[in-house]
């Protein structure tokens, strides 16, 4: 009797009669039941989420920012019910809190008023900080709540993002009007120290027409020291000369006067003298040629006299213009002090003028080379700051507001949710088409261990018959996975060829526990499978789960299996998967070597074997 044939005698068995085949038909689709069932309505819950539930309360009334009305919160609104994400209602915020409470929704959302006033506030210098308030109720739904905060996240950073961007915006195009002043300014310092050049030549110049002006002054102040003494003198003497001319102006009137009598006396003579040589007899002839003789007389009488009249009136108007010259030259002596007082002044003014004017030129110098440093630095702040145009301020501001862009390279890609826990639970399917096979499937063959068979040919020829329904419940499991559900593998055959092993491997661990143990091993192939169920890492990382149970995870059987699905699943490590190979068959080989003790312990019959306390 070989192994083969004890296998195939328990195959009969299962196959005797319709309602066996069923059952054992049945055995064969509990995986796929299992597996299709749970991955088919799990294989894209995102998609999904459109149809749950959700409210979206606004109370934000808006806000003016920078003389432009916005309002945030609209726009929020706006984009959430467009979007799709949720089946989101506007609804008022006595509904939304009702809704939430009684299941209607399972969330809400509250945009409070007073948002687009605080996302507005750092223009004012006013800094708050806008809330968006996400009411959940766990007892509606827990992972309906988790992502929506996961939403809600996003909505933040969506509106950080685009509050960023406008005052990134609004800094760039102000860093621009800066850079314009800046240019105008640069330009300005520029003409200011080609000016203040220009003005220290010509303080140059005035220092030095201060000096000479000084030493001048300096000159004129020491030669007319004596000025005020000499125009007194000279006025004393023109007063006197101008009292001599007075005294000859009245001699020279005298004589006018005296030569006026003569002439006067002269005619009045001239009548006497007729008289007379009328009463000596003399005829008229001779008193014509003496007469004659008398009018020569006359002729140099007068002309005398005219000269002593002409004499006398430039005598006169030499008194006068002596009288003149004497009250202006003693104006001119009582002027000549404030004169002199003033030439020392302006001396003394010309002084202070060179030395202000040398420390204008001095000033001057210091200034120039000041506004030489501020154009060049000006210059130079100019040339920092860049020169943007408004696609480039654009560009900048929207990468200041979204300054890290995450790029997603993966290594193996499962696709979808539902594909990321494929690995886990057709690992589990195995376990469970393991464990359900052998409610039919008799664990050893109670005629071969009568026989006195060896034990591992008796181990094995149990072993068969369950492996080989296994290894048809992974080939079904996966072809409805893959054409039904539409979960592809990278690697299909060698994802066929694990899940086999996988099969077989913990249909040779349920073998060995109920060849030990019977119905208690059953149960605790149960047990054992609720304990892979938490330590396998399926659908949270392993190193999650409590420490005290990390060791469970890296002895058990399911871990290596998982592992071992999602790296030909999704395109792997091979490395990795040969690694699970080997250690699912040392299990394996552990299994089937327990199964054969188990067989040689049972050559020895018990009362506890004949009659067991408990039996299925």
Same mark, same amino acid.
């Given at each position: 009797?070989? *192994? &083969?044939? /004890?296998?195939?005698?328990?195959?009969?068995?299962?196959?005797?009669?319709?309602?066996?085949?069923?059952?054992?038909?049945?055995?064969?689709?509990?995986?796929?039941?299992?597996?299709?069932?749970?991955?088919?309505?799990?294989?894209?819950?995102?998609?999904?989420?459109?149809?749950?539930?959700?409210?979206?309360?606004?109370?934000?009334?808006?806000?003016?920012?920078?003389?432009?009305?916005?309002?945030?919160?609209?726009?929020?609104?706006?984009?959430?019910?467009?979007?799709?994400?949720?089946?989101?209602?506007?609804?008022?915020?006595?509904?939304?809190?009702?809704?939430?409470?009684?299941?209607?929704?399972? =969330?809400?959302?509250? /945009?409070?008023?007073? &948002?687009?006033?605080?996302?507005? *506030?750092?223009?004012?210098?006013?800094?708050?900080?806008?809330?968006?308030?996400?009411?959940?109720?766990?007892?509606?739904?827990?992972?309906?709540?988790?992502?929506?905060?996961?939403?809600?996240?996003? %909505?933040?950073?969506?509106?950080?993002?685009?509050?960023?961007?406008?005052?990134?915006?609004?800094?760039?195009?102000?860093?621009?009007?800066?850079?314009?002043?800046?240019?105008?300014?640069?330009?300005?310092?520029?003409?200011?120290?080609?000016?203040?050049?220009?003005?220290?030549?010509?303080?140059?110049?005035?220092?030095?027409?201060?000096?000479?002006?000084?030493?001048?002054?300096?000159?004129?102040?020491?030669?007319?020291?004596?000025?005020?003494?000499?125009?007194?003198?000279?006025?004393?003497?023109?007063?006197?000369?101008?009292?001599?001319?007075?005294?000859?102006?009245?001699?020279?009137?005298?004589?006018?006067?005296?030569?006026?009598?003569? %002439?006067?006396?002269?005619?009045?003579?001239?009548?006497?003298?007729?008289?007379?040589?009328?009463?000596?007899?003399?005829?008229?002839?001779?008193?014509?040629?003496?007469?004659?003789?008398?009018?020569?007389?006359?002729?140099?009488?007068?002309?005398?006299?005219?000269?002593?009249?002409?004499?006398?009136?430039?005598?006169?108007?030499?008194?006068?213009?002596?009288?003149?010259?004497?009250?202006?030259?003693?104006?001119?002596?009582?002027?000549?002090?404030?004169?002199?007082?003033?030439?020392?002044?302006?001396?003394?003014?010309?002084?202070?003028?060179?030395?202000?004017?040398?420390?204008?030129?001095?000033?001057?110098?210091?200034?120039?080379?000041?506004?030489?440093?501020?154009?060049?630095?000006?210059? +130079?702040?100019?040339?920092?700051?860049? +020169?943007?145009?408004?696609?480039?301020?654009?560009?900048?501001?929207?990468?200041?507001?979204?300054?890290?862009?995450?790029?997603?390279?993966?290594?193996?890609?499962?696709?979808?949710?539902?594909?990321?826990?494929?690995?886990? &639970?057709?690992?589990?399917?195995?376990?469970?088409?393991?464990?359900?096979?052998?409610?039919?499937?008799?664990? !050893?063959?109670?005629?071969?261990?009568?026989?006195?068979?060896?034990?591992?040919?008796?181990?094995?020829?149990?072993?068969?018959?369950?492996?080989?329904?296994?290894?048809?419940?992974?080939?079904?499991?996966?072809?409805?996975?893959?054409?039904?559900?539409?979960?592809?593998?990278?690697?299909?055959?060698?994802?066929?060829? =694990?899940?086999?092993?996988?099969?077989?491997?913990? /249909?040779?661990?349920?073998?060995?526990?109920?060849?030990?143990?019977?119905?208690?091993?059953? =149960?605790?192939?149960?047990? !054992?499978?609720?304990?892979? !169920?938490?330590?396998?890492?399926?659908? &949270?990382?392993?190193?999650?789960?409590?420490?005290?149970?990390?060791?469970?995870?890296?002895?058990?059987?399911?871990?290596?299996?998982? +592992?071992?699905?999602?790296?030909?699943?999704?395109?792997?490590?091979?490395?990795?998967?040969?690694?699970?190979?080997?250690?699912?068959?040392?299990?394996?080989?552990?299994?089937?070597?327990?199964?054969?003790?188990?067989?040689?312990?049972?050559?020895?019959?018990?009362?506890?074997?004949?009659?067991?306390?408990?039996? !299925?």
């Amino acid at each position: 009797m070989t *192994s &083969f044939r /004890i296998a195939l005698a328990e195959l009969r068995r299962l196959t005797s009669s319709r309602m066996s085949r069923l059952a054992v038909l049945a055995m064969v689709l509990i995986p796929t039941l299992y597996a299709g069932l749970y991955l088919y309505a799990n294989h894209d819950p995102y998609g999904g989420l459109s149809r749950v539930p959700a409210a979206i309360v606004v109370a934000d009334t808006g806000a003016t920012a920078d003389g432009e009305e916005v309002d945030y919160g609209r726009d929020i609104a706006d984009r959430l019910l467009e979007s799709g994400d949720f089946g989101w209602h506007e609804v008022s915020a006595a509904t939304a809190a009702a809704g939430v409470e009684d299941g209607t929704y399972d =969330f809400a959302l509250t /945009i409070p008023a007073g &948002f687009s006033t605080a996302l507005t *506030s750092s223009a004012r210098f006013d800094p708050e900080q806008a809330r968006l308030v996400m009411t959940t109720n766990d007892a509606n739904s827990y992972l309906a709540g988790t992502i929506a905060d996961t939403v809600t996240t996003k %909505v933040r950073d969506a509106v950080a993002s685009q509050v960023s961007e406008k005052a990134a915006t609004t800094l760039l195009e102000s860093l621009g009007r800066i850079r314009t002043q800046l240019v105008e300014a640069a330009d300005g310092a520029q003409e200011l120290a080609d000016g203040l050049g220009s003005a220290r030549t010509g303080a140059r110049k005035l220092a030095k027409g201060a000096d000479r002006l000084d030493a001048g002054l300096g000159t004129l102040q020491r030669r007319t020291a004596s000025l005020p003494s000499q125009t007194r003198a000279l006025a004393t003497g023109a007063a006197k000369v101008a009292q001599g001319n007075d005294q000859v102006a009245a001699v020279g009137r005298r004589a006018a006067a005296a030569a006026g009598r003569v %002439v006067d006396r002269y005619a009045d003579v001239r009548a006497d003298l007729v008289r007379r040589m009328h009463e000596q007899g003399l005829d008229d002839q001779q008193i014509q040629a003496l007469l004659a003789v008398y009018d020569d007389l006359g002729t140099p009488l007068r002309s005398a006299n005219s000269t002593v009249r002409s004499a006398s009136s430039r005598l006169d108007e030499l008194a006068d213009g002596a009288d003149q010259v004497a009250a202006g030259a003693d104006r001119l002596a009582d002027a000549t002090p404030a004169l002199t007082s003033a030439i020392r002044q302006a001396h003394a003014g010309a002084g202070e003028l060179a030395d202000g004017a040398g420390t204008l030129r001095r000033g001057l110098v210091k200034l120039d080379a000041g506004a030489d440093q501020l154009a060049a630095g000006l210059a +130079d702040g100019v040339s920092q700051i860049p +020169d943007l145009s408004d696609s480039t301020v654009a560009d900048t501001a929207g990468t200041i507001a979204d300054p890290v862009k995450v790029v997603d390279r993966t290594q193996a890609d499962a696709g979808t949710y539902g594909a990321g826990l494929a690995p886990f &639970f057709l690992a589990l399917a195995a376990w469970i088409g393991g464990y359900v096979l052998f409610l039919l499937v008799r664990p !050893l063959s109670n005629r071969a261990i009568a026989a006195n068979q060896v034990p591992l040919r008796v181990a094995l020829g149990g072993w068969y018959p369950p492996a080989l329904l296994g290894l048809a419940q992974m080939a079904v499991v996966l072809t409805v996975v893959t054409l039904g559900v539409g979960i592809q593998a990278t690697h299909v055959v060698p994802t066929l060829l =694990f899940m086999m092993l996988t099969s077989i491997t913990f /249909i040779a661990i349920v073998h060995a526990l109920n060849a030990w143990l019977g119905p208690s091993g059953q =149960f605790l192939g149960l047990a !054992l499978m609720v304990l892979q !169920l938490v330590t396998a890492g399926g659908t &949270f990382p392993w190193q999650t789960i409590p420490t005290p149970l990390h060791g469970a995870h890296h002895v058990l059987p399911m871990s290596y299996a998982v +592992d071992g699905l999602r790296q030909l699943m999704y395109g792997g490590l091979s490395s990795l998967a040969w690694h699970d190979v080997v250690v699912l068959l040392a299990w394996l080989g552990a299994a089937l070597v327990a199964t054969s003790l188990a067989a040689r312990r049972r050559r020895h019959w018990t009362p506890a074997r004949i009659r067991p306390e408990l039996s !299925l």
